[in-house]
Structures are given as structure tokens and as C-alpha cells.
């Protein structure tokens, strides 16, 4: 095994541990990060090669990049000592071209002469293939971690690294600002903003050649990152004006933008808890925010009022008969977000292959949320319960795996007790009203 250093972007730390593990995961690389701490953006692992460091980190969102770990420091003086132990090792890079660079946390930024004062200090690694500030085949990078006192500026690290550069992320590749709302072609009041609908992705497994679903798509959101990663897509909404868009603006126009309409299968005016998808129909991860009724109320398929409806039923309207024609909008009914996530908890059970994820959001107000809250089904696995906070309320990235047979967990909804408040509520109320 060798050491290897990370280094991660300063967005949702929270996130990172899960999206790590994920990606371990899905690609089979044994990792352990249980010392991965929310505090400092440097994290030395234990990999097999520089291959494993590649595919862990080449899709990854909260991470800058990776490492071959060559020595670690307090000062200058404990990291060349820690490079010079293992200078044999480094023998096969002497005649490659290469470069030195630096990366700094909360520190200032070096001056050129200091910077090339550095760069001498290591001259005893002895490289004797051409400096490439362009193109080299290597890049050697010093890192150092600060700790800011206040407003003051540290000037001396508390931390230093130095590696050879492996891989960098997408992040670093700009994936996240290419697919920001703010340059995408088609968007609404609902659309899932970009780091956060990739990092699901992420979490969910979304990969190559595999089918993803959103039940919720809205703008698609979830669908264009998913398509990003490779898998094929499909989803379905109730709202067929979103679906539909505008004028020649719609969620096609999003494939298009980012070349990837060989990606998108199709989506549905459909009800997701009346699904119409066959039962064979073969789904290898579910990833979606579902409506919680904020920027408009829960609703599915149904009458309010039954018996008023059932007298509707037969009405004709030049000749034809209502509900049979192509300009017919059915009727719609309040639900409960409980029973909807009830819906998609059976629904990714029925349909996930064993090690299938299911990913979505979930909106809980800070002063009620307890760990019951939580939806479970007996043969789901929660893996991560993720929190996004705001000022008074959260949203939460839950993340599922289904087991096999022999898994027994428990079947339960804390939503559904009398006590809890409905968040819609509580929300355009402020939540100054607590739960009693």
C-alpha cells in the first residue's frame, strides 16, 4: 500500500466522507476514512496504486485533487527530512519533464523569488529532465496549511506536504461551473442547483451504461448531471408544463447544450404514485428532490371530492366525452409528503437491482427533526443522512441501498405521527410555531 494525499474543495465538508466512500465503492478500491475530519481540507489515505487515486478522485465534486504522498512536516526542516528517506524511491523521475507547483490553505500568496527559494531547497531530489511549465509529465507541488488567528494572516504553516500530483477532479475541470443554472438553456422555480445535483449523483452510484430514474424531474435537473456521468435517462413528472417548457426551450434543449441527447431516453407526464412503467422495466438507481409542497401544494392524481366528480364523469363537450379527449386535465387531490416517500421507498424496492441507490432530498424544520423522522423500508439500507442547513429549516440527502433477502431492517415513517406539523406549514409561517 502507499499514502496518498487529498486535497478538497472547501464546499459541504459534511458531504465529503459519503461522496469518498461512494465513489470507493462503486469502483471497488478498499479505503478507509474515519479520521476524514470536517476541519482541514488535507486527508492521507492508503491505495494500491496510482490507478485506484485515479478513479477515486477523477469524478469527484468535493475534491481538488490527489497525491503521491513523498513527505510530510510541521516545518520545512521535518518535510525535507521526510522526502530524503525516501529519495530512492523517486529515482524513475529524474529525466522526466516536470514542474513545481503550490497549493496554500488560509495561507498568503508566495512571491516569485520565494517561490523559487522553495523550489532550490529540493534540490537534492537531483532532476535532470526539462523544466515544462505547459505540458510536463510530472507536476511536484508543495502544499501548506495555515491557521488564521482572527483577521490576521498566518505566515507560518502549521502543516506541509509534498507530492507527486496523480489526478485532478472535475471540480478542478470546471464540471461544476459548466453546468450552473445561470448558463443553462432551460431552467424554473424548481431547479436543483448544479454542485449539489452532481454530488448526488455521485452518492447515488450514477454510472456509464446504467438506467437512471427521476420521478420528480421538474427541469431536469437530476437527468442532465446523471447524463453527464454516463448513464441513460428517464423520468416522469405530473406537471406536464415543465416537462414541455416553452416555445422550442425545453428539457431536450438542456441534452443538447451539453451534447448529451445520445443520454436521454424519455420523459413521462405521468403521477409517480399511479407509475405506469411496466414491472420488468429494469431501474439501477433512483436520484430525485421530491416536491414538498413550498412553491406550490402536494398534489397527485384524484378527486378531492369523490362524489362530486363521479357526476362529472360523463360529461361531453362537443360531442366527446370529457375525460377522453386530448385537451382533458385531470383532476388533482392533496397527498401527504409521508405517504410520498411511503410510494417511493416500496417503489425503489420493487424496482432497484440488490446494490441499487436511491438518493433524494427530504425538508425537515431544525427544531423538529429527530433520527425516527427518517422514512426506512425493511430492505433498504440507509447509508447517509446529509444535512444542508438553512436558517431555520434543513434539507436532507438521504441515501438508500437496496440488500438482499437475508438484510432485515425496519419498516417505518416518524412522519406520519399526529405530533409533527406539516413542513408547508410551518414554513410560510416562519417556523415560529413549534410542533406540540
Not at 399 to 422: C, D
Request: charged share 25%.
Amino acid at each position: 500500500m502507499k499514502q496518498y494525499l487529498i486535497y478538497f474543495a472547501q464546499s459541504f465538508p459534511n458531504f465529503r466522507r459519503a461522496e469518498l466512500e461512494s465513489l470507493a465503492d462503486l469502483y471497488n478500491i478498499p479505503l478507509h476514512v474515519s479520521h476524514c475530519s470536517e476541519d482541514s481540507p488535507f486527508l492521507i489515505v492508503d491505495l494500491e496504486n496510482d490507478d485506484q487515486a485515479k478513479k477515486l478522485i477523477h469524478r469527484s465534486i468535493l475534491t481538488r485533487s490527489i497525491y503521491e504522498l513523498w513527505g510530510y512536516g510541521k516545518n520545512y526542516n521535518e518535510l525535507h527530512s521526510s522526502v530524503k528517506t525516501k529519495c530512492n524511491e523517486f529515482d524513475k523521475y529524474k529525466n522526466v519533464s516536470f514542474k513545481f507547483d503550490f497549493e496554500s490553505f488560509k495561507g498568503g500568496v508566495k512571491s516569485n523569488n520565494a517561490k523559487a527559494e522553495l523550489i532550490e531547497s529540493f534540490s537534492y531530489l537531483a532532476f535532470e529532465g526539462k523544466i515544462d511549465l505547459k505540458n510536463p509529465q510530472e507536476i511536484f507541488t508543495v502544499l501548506e496549511e495555515y491557521r488564521p488567528h482572527g483577521m490576521e494572516i498566518a505566515e507560518i504553516p502549521i502543516n506541509l506536504w509534498f507530492g507527486r500530483l496523480i489526478q485532478t477532479s472535475a471540480r478542478q475541470n470546471k464540471i461544476v461551473e459548466k453546468y450552473d443554472l445561470k448558463k443553462r438553456k432551460y431552467i424554473g422555480t424548481t431547479s436543483f442547483e448544479s454542485e449539489l445535483s452532481l454530488i448526488t449523483c455521485n452518492l447515488g452510484q450514477v454510472q456509464p451504461g446504467k438506467l437512471t430514474y427521476d420521478p420528480f424531474t421538474g427541469t431536469g435537473s437530476f437527468l442532465v448531471t446523471a447524463a453527464y456521468f454516463g448513464a441513460l435517462v428517464i423520468g416522469s413528472d405530473i406537471d406536464v408544463r415543465m416537462l414541455q417548457g416553452k416555445k422550442n426551450c425545453n428539457i431536450i434543449s438542456n441534452f443538447k447544450q451539453y451534447n448529451t441527447l445520445d443520454k436521454f431516453i424519455d420523459v413521462l407526464t405521468m403521477d409517480f404514485t399511479h407509475n405506469a412503467l411496466r414491472c420488468n422495466f429494469s431501474i439501477d438507481n433512483i436520484i430525485c428532490d421530491p416536491p414538498y409542497g413550498v412553491r406550490e401544494g402536494l398534489r397527485v392524481l384524484g378527486a378531492k371530492n369523490p362524489e362530486k366528480a363521479e357526476g362529472r364523469k360523463n360529461n361531453v363537450i362537443n360531442g366527446e366525452i370529457a375525460y377522453l379527449r386530448r385537451d382533458f386535465i385531470p383532476p388533482k387531490k392533496p397527498y401527504q409528503l409521508s405517504s410520498l416517500l411511503d410510494d417511493l421507498l416500496n417503489f425503489a424496492n420493487n424496482r432497484l437491482p440488490i446494490g441499487g441507490r436511491l438518493a433524494f432530498w427530504m425538508p425537515t424544520a431544525n427544531d423538529d427533526f429527530q433520527e425516527h423522522l427518517i422514512p426506512q423500508h425493511e430492505k433498504l439500507e440507509l447509508l447517509y443522512c446529509l444535512e444542508q442547513e438553512f436558517q431555520k429549516w434543513s434539507r436532507r440527502l438521504l441515501v438508500y441501498v437496496k440488500r438482499n433477502e437475508n438484510y432485515i431492517g425496519i419498516t417505518s415513517n416518524g412522519l406520519k405521527t399526529e405530533n409533527i406539523k406539516q413542513f408547508r406549514d410551518r414554513y410560510f409561517k416562519g417556523f415560529s410555531e413549534r410542533s406540540r
